[in-house]
């Protein structure tokens, strides 16, 4: 029992509270500077986890049900650095919500304490609180712009949709139980390791397929994506950011846990199903990107397509996948981040989300037309912008595996069909940028000083990434040490 | 090893370092570009004139030496360069750096009201370095590659003037025609690699000009009983019809006049067009493997080249294309020498050709000067009064050019008509005597009618002499015209190539003679077909007004100045074939590449895109439904189905 492990989850948890108390003394007018207070607070536990923790030996706490390791400790600093990020940009947000904001804040915070949470699962029973603390948080952070009715059906959706998911998802974990009669990843391989007839059962893979249900719908993969454009599209921009960001990267850790600690001698059976599902989410969401004309559900398919580069690593079942799938994450973050702070401002400027708001963003803002030209890039897979690495880590860990299985070979070609057709959309909108006729608002936009600084950390992360591979690359292959794959 | 050997190098350098320099000059910086092209030139003729007294005392195998170093690896292929000082290389780093010294310098003059000066000299110099570079070549690979570089720096100074369009069109038509030729040549050049294993021409027993590779390629034929030697003979051959303008690829070097004349002078008549026919030279000893039949039809294609350029030019009026023409069949009868088993006789012309023809092109320069830039022969006439040492030194170069005896013109070309006779080719020596008595009909009317009569223009009564600094560089070249040919020059040159019958240097009063005593009958129809020349042409010219040539020959004359219709053979060859094949291509990329490939996929895809949307309804129970229908096909899948590892 080592309770200190929590101090992260528990300082975040601490810092919501007090936002909410010290709502009550502050006045309305003066609310940002709660939300500025929490940034600096998510900023100094980050700074923190550095000195705190080094990842390098796994220690348990809580009857094994949380681990501290590697893979945990490299989650949630990327959980608080989207945090931070997405704080920022709900500062600037917030003058649209009428009441509220500290809620906003606050809730952002405890969504990022069931993230952390959720990034040292070790038992299934963590796993789904972890989950259901972030859900039943994004419910209300989705439908929060409660006078506009898209927020609201957004959120109904999402409401509905994740009850679905999270009711098969309870019910796998409710199987595997039945099946082995124990909750606990560790134990449950022991399990399966001495026991090799305990593989074959039906009850288990059903269990674990259910499981792999509520997972896929956090990370919106096909065909579990339904969700995905309608409620991207509806929320406040600042939670679409975040969940696009930490709630996908929540289902990939908890994913990550499930194959590489729960079941590694199973993981293998999966193998087709999950290439099928990579392949399949890529082609859907990079499809159904080509008719978009609204910016938010654009993404909300790119976020899609996403997840199907992302399952690509989960599908080779190795070490080299894992650590690509952390490397495309890491790139994931800054380059979304970037593009949601842009769309955020120029949303709010032009009061609509068509893609033809931004035109002329080049003279009205030379700074968010950079951010969003270089995310865009990023995203399509460009050098020399993180997202070209990320991509390409992803693809030649698929493309190894092809000696072992010819059928890779055509995941390979799947996937690179998918980042042609995603070059299309992606520069759509750097086209609308510079090249766009009819916009004759060419007034400046004003960018406050915080979103400055995030869009520069963010333009500064995609071109760290992209230009320094091998650092960040050593980063994710160390947090992946602790899985039990190839 | 000497000391002139082994800085060979220097004599290229020199001039491509003043062309790197005045790269960089600016535009006022005039003189210092010519200085500095002037200079190098000068220096690069001293430093030739060292190497030229280094081989002269040698004989036999003593008479080449070579430099050769290692240019880089590859792996265990080792592609090793070098120089090769030897007769042949004096000779023409000589003739080339004396013609071309006083060529920079009457450019002086000649480009005094040019704005871009600089860039002129620059081109020069750069070209000056290539040349150079090509002759002390001792690799077929440095060849080709100083080969291209002329190319480029003729491509440059022929369009010099580019905002004429059809200076512009004429440096283009240059190249583009030149480099058909270099696709052959290259490709010789690769087989003879495939075959030899080195582009060394000397390599101590190993080059592929020694015995041992050369007895390699004896016995090999190839495709349809062909020898291989006979097919990278004719492919190393391709080269040289197109750089020294041989039929069918002659059609660039008239038009190449549009230059300016200096450059016409240097490149289009002494130096560049030459280079094929020293190429030919210098590989000779390819040429010549026994089984190889590529000499009988170099020396027929050199023939008749001499003869129908010789007949184009009876009929053009400009000066330049006049002289171009002639340079045309001069460079046939070098070709055909080569052909005739005799390339001692065909350099031999080509040194005394470097030196009349650079005259007569600077005599026409300086005519052209006076005259306002008048080309017309028939508007200009009385200038042997206004422009007397223009007069004298061009009609000295004519005189050599049709082989009057004293001039040098006189001996060289005797001894390719000599060749044809010891061949006892007679077709060959025939037309070689008939085109001579050409040569002298036309440039007895290029001068009777420039030249003498009246004046049959305001610019011509008003011409006055060209300054000094472009007549001198006249006066200097009219030295080598009138002795080049008795000073034992072919019994030097021979010393580096093979011949039956090696001339002698028995000084010079009695080399005077020597062609009468050697081959009277080659010398006594040369004489006559000098003569048989200039008594038509004086009957036709003598105080005329136009050309009453037409009238006599009729159909001919209609086809000599219509070139043969040549250009237009192959207009229609070129829009029949590449034209059909671009309309082919581009219907091709129209309909199948953008038209199916890229429409087709880009309307597919956005066509999938739009239906997997629709799946997108909005619809709540619709979601919830196509969710609980996915976790059945992923149950379904993994339980029933093929799941599993493979």
């Known amino acids: 029992m080592n309770a200190s492990l929590i101090v992260l989850e528990l300082a975040v948890v601490l810092l919501g509270l007090v936002v909410l108390v010290q709502d009550w003394f502050t006045p309305a007018k003066d609310r940002r500077t709660l939300g500025y207070g929490a940034v600096l607070g998510v900023a100094v536990m980050l700074l923190y986890s550095f000195f705190a923790f080094d990842g390098t030996e796994t220690l348990y706490a809580f009857g094994n049900a949380y681990v501290m390791d590697g893979l945990a400790l490299w989650f949630k600093r990327f959980f608080l650095l989207a945090a931070l990020l997405v704080l920022i940009m709900a500062t600037e947000f917030s003058e649209r919500f009428d009441a509220g904001q500290s809620e906003f804040f606050a809730l952002i915070l405890f969504a990022l304490a069931g993230m952390m949470f959720a990034a040292s699962a070790n038992d299934f029973i963590l796993l789904f609180v972890a989950l259901e603390l972030i859900t039943v948080t994004f419910y209300v952070l989705v439908s929060f712009l409660r006078r506009r009715v898209e927020s609201l059906e957004a959120g109904v959706k999402y409401l509905i949709l994740g009850a679905l998911s999270s009711g098969f998802l309870v019910y796998g974990i409710a199987l595997i139980f039945g099946a082995t009669g124990t909750m606990n990843f560790n134990e449950l391989a022991d399990k399966l390791a001495n026991n090799a007839a305990l593989g074959h059962k039906q009850l288990l893979t059903a269990g674990i397929l259910l499981v792999l249900v509520g997972l896929g719908f956090k990370m919106a993969a096909v065909p579990f994506q339904i969700w995905a454009p309608d409620v991207y599209q509806g929320s406040p921009t600042p939670t679409t950011a975040f969940l696009s960001v930490g709630s996908k990267a929540a289902g990939v850790v908890l994913l990550m846990r499930l194959l590489g600690t729960a079941i590694p001698d199973l993981a293998f059976n999966l193998e087709k199903l999950l290439m099928a599902m990579a392949a399949g989410t890529i082609l859907y969401g990079s499809l159904c990107a080509i008719p978009q004309r609204n910016l938010k559900r654009l993404l909300g398919y790119s976020s899609i397509a996403s997840a199907g580069y992302l399952l690509l690593g989960f599908a080779v079942m190795n070490k080299a996948g894992s650590s690509a799938v952390l490397y495309y994450l890491a790139g994931y973050l800054f380059t979304v981040l970037a593009a949601f702070t842009v769309i955020a401002i120029v949303v709010q400027e032009a009061g609509a989300e068509d893609i033809s708001s931004l035109s002329g963003l080049a003279q009205r803002s030379p700074l968010l037309a950079t951010s969003l030209t270089l995310a865009m890039v990023s995203l399509a897979g460009i050098p020399p912008l993180a997202g070209f690495f990320g991509k390409f880590l992803l693809l030649k860990a698929v493309i190894a595996e092809g000696v072992r299985w010819h059928a890779y070979y055509w995941l390979f070609a799947v996937a690179v069909v998918g980042v042609l057709i995603s070059l299309y959309y992606y520069f759509n909108v750097v086209k609308a940028i510079y090249w766009s006729k009819g916009g004759t608002d060419l007034t400046p936009i004003p960018v406050s000083l915080p979103t400055k600084f995030a869009l520069l950390v963010c333009i500064a992360g995609m071109f760290w990434l992209g230009l320094n591979p091998d650092g960040a690359l050593g980063l994710a292959v160390e947090a992946v040490k602790s899985l039990r794959l190839a | ?646």
């Not at chain 2, 150079?132 to 022929?158: D, K, Q, R, T």
């Not at chain 2, 010789?188 to 027993?205: P, R």
């Not at chain 2, 002298?440 to 009246?454: D, I, K, P, Q, W």
Request: proline content about 4%.
């Open chain 2, 1 to 646: 090893m000497s000391w002139i050997l082994q800085n060979l190098w220097l004599i290229p350098v020199l001039p491509l370092l003043a062309a790197g320099i005045s790269a960089l000059l600016k535009r006022p910086n005039r003189s210092l570009a010519a200085g500095l092209a002037i200079g190098s030139m000068g220096a690069s003729f001293l430093l030739s004139c060292a190497a030229f007294v280094e081989t002269l005392g040698k004989h036999g195998a003593a008479s080449r030496q070579v430099f050769n170093f290692d240019w880089f690896a590859l792996g265990d292929t080792v592609v090793r360069l070098g120089w090769v000082l030897d007769p042949l290389t004096a000779a023409m780093v000589v003739m080339i750096t004396f013609v071309g010294s006083l060529i920079f310098i009457f450019s002086v003059g000649y480009m005094s009201h040019d704005e871009n000066f600089t860039r002129f000299f620059c081109f020069l110099s750069l070209f000056a370095a290539a040349m150079l570079g090509l002759i002390i070549a001792n690799n077929l690979l440095l060849l080709f590659m100083c080969w291209e570089l002329v190319g480029l720096a003729s491509y440059l100074l022929i369009g010099f003037w580019f905002h004429k369009p059809s200076a512009a069109a004429a440096a283009k038509k240059a190249f583009i025609t030149t480099r058909i030729g270099d696709v052959f040549f290259f490709l010789g050049i690769v087989w003879l690699y495939s075959e030899t294993g080195t582009l060394l021409f000397y390599d101590s027993g190993r080059g592929c000009l020694e015995q041992d590779a050369l007895a390699k390629m004896v016995a090999h034929t190839t495709i349809g009983g062909l020898a291989a030697s006979s097919a990278i003979g004719l492919l190393l051959f391709c080269g040289a019809i197109g750089k020294s303008g041989q039929l069918p690829l002659h059609v660039w070097l008239p038009d190449a006049m549009e230059g300016p004349t200096p450059v016409s002078a240097l490149i289009h008549a002494a130096t560049m067009v030459a280079a094929g026919v020293f190429m030919l030279c210098r590989i000779f000893f390819i040429l010549d493997i026994p089984g190889s039949h590529a000499l009988e039809i170099i020396a027929w294609i050199g023939g008749f080249t001499a003869l129908l350029a010789a007949l184009m030019a009876l009929q053009q009026n400009d000066i330049k294309r006049i002289l171009a023409y002639s340079t045309l069949s001069q460079l046939g009868y070098m070709v055909m020498a080569v052909g005739l088993h005799a390339p001692g006789p065909a350099m031999f012309h080509l040194t005394t050709h470097a030196a009349f023809k650079a005259l007569l092109f600077l005599g026409a320069g300086s005519v052209i000067y006076a005259c306002h830039h008048e080309q017309n022969i028939w508007k200009m006439g009385g200038l042997r009064e206004a422009m007397p040492r223009t007069w004298w030194t061009f009609r000295w170069g004519t005189l050599a050019l049709c082989g009057v005896w004293p001039f040098a013109g006189f001996f060289s070309k005797d001894a390719i008509l000599a060749a044809a006779l010891e061949h006892k080719n007679i077709p060959l020596f025939v037309l070689g005597v008939f085109v001579a008595g050409l040569t002298t009909f036309y440039m007895s009317r290029l001068v009777l009618v420039a030249f003498c009569g009246n004046a049959r223009s305001e610019e011509a009564s008003h011409a006055h002499e060209s300054p000094g600094v472009m007549t001198w560089p006249l006066v200097v070249l009219a030295v080598p015209t009138l002795l080049a040919g008795a000073i034992g020059l072919d019994a030097y040159i021979a010393k580096a190539l093979p011949s039956e019958h090696p001339p002698l240097n028995e000084g010079f009063w009695q080399n005077l003679f020597t062609p009468f005593n050697h081959n009277i009958l080659a010398a006594g129809f040369g004489l006559l077909a000098v003569v048989a020349g200039y008594k038509l042409a004086r009957a036709l010219y003598v105080n005329a007004d136009r050309d009453s040539l037409p009238e006599k020959i009729g159909v001919l004359a209609k086809l000599a100045r219509d070139r043969f219709y040549f250009d237009e053979l192959y207009e229609w060859f070129i829009s029949v074939t590449q034209e059909t094949l671009a309309k082919v291509a581009d219907w091709f990329d129209r309909w199948i590449v953008a038209g199916f490939l890229v429409r087709g996929t880009h309307g597919t895809t956005e066509l999938v895109g739009r239906a997997l949307r629709l799946v997108q309804t909005g619809s709540l129970q619709t979601y919830a439904f196509l969710f609980a229908a996915g976790v059945v096909l992923v149950l379904a899948w993994q339980l029933l189905g093929k799941g599993g590892g493979h």
